[in-house]
Structure formats: structure tokens, C-alpha cells
């Protein structure tokens, strides 16, 4: 079984690529269903077919899947928004603005994602591409089952037992919405049970590869880095970075000269960037790629002989441990002796040179704010530690 994410940036072609890599899957032999996870569906676009909410046949080993979120997260979660809505209601917070605040960020992408653990547990399929939303962030929400485990097996049996003791005497003194029955705790252990198991699936490298989608921009370069790093801080492996809308070296005219020298600085940022990662380019095709035709032909050129569902990358770009008040960044530097490692940070970067090889890494938001104390080389691993002035 194979679930390959595939994430970027809005607007670099993540849901052309998802849908090439699915064909091209398909083309090999292997039952595949590629699923939209993005609010803003263009899969059904990019195949010129009109599909939904279920699993439509696209070629007899190829299904796909525009998944309806809210649908999800009104199944899992209404109940709950119901008894918020009143509370702010009776708060004196009214209408759409109360009704916006009883569903937080990103909550209905995870019920989205949490439908790739019911196709894995079907067995109905041999490889799911997921066309995730422009960003990746939200994946770290998946680490929420995590935290709720403590909560659900300590704290939420013995809630639920004294909210229905106290709530006939509270409701004497205040008017204000309490838990009527036991919907909201029933939505709330449903809620917990559809996203435990999820991030299991997914940060199983065995199972679960992230592609990153990005264009030879700066801006999308810094975005595609950025969530790189989220992804390797919370167990995600990267095995693919794709490089789309690269101009072919048959463009020649002399308006496109100064653009092939800005790209192939871009290019080498990205090759510095992603180190360890397999870099795969696409060239910027002279046509709109839609169509299941076209997608064939993306996916030839993307994959070329390879299977599009192989582990391109096993390595991990780092991991973070705790050490006391201070944090560690464990960063894999196999064979590199004491005097060719140096480490440089630089605003939000830490650069990591290796003799003359060099790599570069954005740092998560939970080691801006802390300073680096120092640098060890311990049996293959770069050692760097963080701290708080």
C-alpha cells in the first residue's frame, strides 16, 4: 500500500502533478484512486470529467475523488458547533461571526484527510494520491489525536459524568448554554475516533511519501523550504521534490536569456535546498496539460521508466530532540569528520557546510526565537543546540 501526498503552493501545478502520477500509477497495473482534499477542488479540471463526493471510475484501475469537507466535519463535529454557536450567542456575539468561530482552521482539510485512513483500511486500492491543499501546515494538526489521547482516556470520562450532576444546579444560576445532553460528548469522542489512526498511516514512511510542487521562484522556493521543514519536524518523509514549469533549453530567443539565468540560479537554490530529496523537473509545456491524454504524457516525462509510487528518498532532512530547556536538531552527516563541518545561522537559516558540500534549512517557528549554544559531531550526526537567552 502506497498514499503519496502531493502539496505546494497554490498555483505551481500540484493538482496536474496528482493527477499525472495517479495515471501514470494506473498505467502500471496498480488500483488507484487519486482524492482532493483542496477546498477549492480543480481535480475533476484537470481530468475534464465531472466527478464528486464518492469514488468515479476514470479508466478501469483509476478512480477519483473530490472530497466534500464539510460534509465530513458537519458529520463529526456539528453537534458540537451547535452548543458553541449558542454559547456565543448568548455571549452577544451573533450570526455569521459566531458561526465562523465554532470551526477552527484547517479542522475540515483533517476530516478530509482522515478519509484516507478509511481507503486504506478497505484494502479497495493499492495506491492513493492525495491532492492536498496549498499548504502543508495542516498536517500539523494531525498531531492533535496525540495530544487528545491523554484527555479521552483521563479527563473526558470523568467530565462527562460530572457535567451531569452539576448541570440541574448550575442551571439555576445562570442562563447561560450549558451541555444539554450527551451529543456534544458523543461528537466529541466521534471527532477524536475518526482522526485516531491518521497520522499513524501518514507519518509511516513505509506507506506514506509527501511531494513537495513548486515553481523556480523565489517566493515559492521559501514557501515549498518552509514546509519541507514542517513536514520533516513532524515525521513526514519528503521523497519528491518536483520543479515544474522549467523552460526547456529549446527556448533560445533573446527575451527568455535573462529568465534561463534567473531559473538556473533558482534551480541550484533548490538542489542546495532539498539535498537528499529527489529533484524532478518538469519543463513548461506549450499547452494547457488537461485531459487524461495529456496527464499520460505529463507523468511519462515526470517518472520516465520509474514506478511512481517507489520510495524515490529514505532519508529524513532532520529530527528534534528535547534536552532539558534546550532543544536539539539532529541533522544526518555520514562520514564527515570534525574539521570539514561548519555551521552558520543566518536570520530564520541555519546552513550546515560538510567539506564542500552545503545545505541549508528554514527553521521551524519553535527554534526562531532560540539561539544556537552550540555544534557536535557525534557518530555521523550533527548535534546543534538550541537555546533560550
Not at 499547452?287 to 499520460?296: A, H, N, S
Request: charge should be negative; charged fraction near 25%.
Amino acid at each position: 500500500m502506497r498514499v503519496l501526498l502531493i502539496t505546494g503552493k497554490g498555483g505551481v501545478g500540484k493538482t496536474t502533478v496528482a493527477a499525472a502520477t495517479a495515471v501514470r500509477a494506473a498505467d502500471g497495473g496498480r488500483r488507484t484512486l487519486v482524492m482532493s482534499t483542496d477546498p477549492a477542488h480543480s481535480l475533476a479540471d484537470a481530468f475534464e470529467l465531472d466527478f464528486g463526493d464518492q469514488p468515479t471510475v476514470v479508466t478501469p484501475r483509476l478512480s477519483a475523488q473530490q472530497i466534500d469537507s464539510q460534509r465530513r466535519l458537519e458529520d463529526s463535529w456539528g453537534a458540537v458547533r451547535n452548543h458553541l454557536t449558542e454559547l456565543f450567542d448568548w455571549s452577544g456575539l451573533k450570526g455569521v461571526e459566531a458561526e465562523e468561530l465554532t470551526v477552527f482552521p484547517g479542522m475540515d482539510e483533517i476530516f478530509a484527510l482522515a478519509t484516507v485512513r478509511d481507503h486504506v483500511r478497505s484494502g479497495a486500492y493499492d495506491t492513493l494520491v492525495v491532492d492536498c491543499a496549498p499548504t502543508a501546515e495542516t498536517l500539523r494538526l494531525l498531531s492533535l489525536p496525540e495530544v487528545l489521547s491523554w484527555y479521552m482516556e483521563k479527563i473526558f470520562p470523568v467530565g462527562r459524568r460530572v457535567a451531569r450532576v452539576v448541570r440541574p444546579m448550575i442551571n439555576l444560576v445562570t442562563s447561560m448554554p450549558l451541555i444539554g445532553d450527551d451529543k456534544v460528548f458523543e461528537a466529541v469522542a466521534s471527532f477524536y475516533e475518526r482522526l485516531d489512526g491518521v497520522r499513524e498511516i501518514l507519518s509511516d514512511p513505509d506507506i506514506t511519501s509527501a511531494r513537495l510542487v513548486m515553481t523556480p521562484e523565489r517566493m515559492v522556493i521559501s514557501e515549498a523550504r518552509r514546509t519541507f521543514t514542517y513536514l520533516g519536524l513532524f515525521g513526514y518523509a519528503v521523497d519528491v521534490a518536483v520543479v515544474n514549469r522549467v523552460l526547456p533549453d529549446t527556448v533560445t530567443d533573446a527575451y527568455f536569456k535573462r529568465w534561463h539565468e534567473i531559473q538556473d540560479e533558482h534551480l541550484a537554490t533548490i538542489d542546495e535546498g532539498f539535498a537528499g530529496v529527489a529533484v524532478r523537473r518538469l519543463r513548461l509545456f506549450d499547452e494547457e496539460m488537461v485531459g487524461i491524454d495529456k496527464l499520460r504524457l505529463v507523468g511519462e516525462e515526470l517518472f520516465a521508466d520509474d514506478d511512481p509510487t517507489s520510495h524515490f528518498s529514505t532519508g529524513r532532512p532532520f529530527r528534534v530532540e528535547d534536552d532539558g530547556d534546550q532543544v536539539v536538531l539532529v541533522i544526518g552527516v555520514p562520514f564527515a569528520a570534525t574539521g570539514d563541518v561548519d555551521v552558520l545561522r543566518h536570520a530564520d537559516e541555519l546552513f550546515v557546510t560538510v567539506g564542500s558540500y552545503r545545505r541549508s534549512l528554514m527553521l521551524p517557528d519553535s527554534l526562531k526565537r532560540r539561539e544556537v549554544r552550540r555544534a557536535q559531531l557525534v557518530s555521523g550526526e550533527l548535534r546543534v543546540t538550541f537555546g533560550l537567552d
